[in-house]
């Protein structure tokens, strides 16, 4: 059992690695096409910087951005996985390897003190969102996530009689007011349903998607479309300077909900779309699934 911790230290290790350095290559084509379509030279100068950007991280070894984000996982734990006691303390250790020799910013602040942990581990963080799935494999979901586009997430409670006509104008909304904030082109996630926390959860959730993944409600792959039309329709954006493209794209996660609500959670990921997803084996082997 102490083989298979190791291997999954350094496995979640591998993957924060990974996102520190690389962006997945769906989100570094939609910011080629973004360069290409584009015809503001303002907007196309940043664009272009971004780009380069991203072959200098990936070559040199060099964290993407100066904020390393908080460090975020999603995990979906098999029922039949080996070791399942310890698995926080598991990602923990991983973390502050990773902070220490990749290395990472220190994000990690408690809000009464504002004293750093130093090492990215504290309260409630890393912040881990758990599930127990059917098997006997370990995924993980690994997000570095930004703290420019954390701080424009938002929830709207709605009432429920403004239906679909109200969470669209709750996305414009949102967008409008985080303006360039986030540090734009950005992935919007929408989270529809369930309660305030859930709807949150559903639109960060979301933003994992790839932006290649048509959503496999038509429906909803309509809506996406027409959302991410109407917000680049706004002429914001990249960094918020004006040009064609603010957002890279839309994506909807939903729950059912109670008949007396409408949560809708929005959750933006800016351009540095630092994410990385792998499958562990019961031996403790490791497929990466995400990056490329």
Known sequence: ????????????????KLA????PDDVKNALKRAYEIEDNPVAKANLGAIVRNLEVASTERIPICQDTGTPTFFVELGEDFPLKAGLREIIEQATVKATQEIPLRPNAVNPWTYENSGNNVGRFV?????????GDELKITYLA???????????????PVLGLKGIKKAVIDAVVEAGP??????????GVGGGAD????????????RLDDKNPDPKLAELEEELLHKINSLGLGPMGLGGKTYALAVKIEWAHKHPASLPVGISTLCWAARKSIAVFKPDGSMKVLMPP
């Not at 890393?126 to 059917?134: D, G, R, S």
């Not at 859930?198 to 998607?209: D, N, V």
Request: hydrophobic residues 45%.
């Open 145 to 159: 996530k930004g703290g420019g586009s954390e701080n424009t997430s938002k929830l709207y409670m709605l009432s």
């Open 181 to 190: 904030k986030p540090c734009p082109p950005i992935i919007v996630g929408v």
């Open 1 to 16: 059992m102490s083989d298979l911790r190791e291997s999954l230290i350094n496995g979640v290790f591998e993957m924060m």
């Open 198 to 209: 859930m709807a949150m959860k559903l639109a960060k959730k979301a933003t994992l998607r």
């Open 126 to 134: 890393p912040i881990i969102h758990w599930e127990v799935v059917p």
């Open 20 to 23: 520190a350095f690389n962006v």
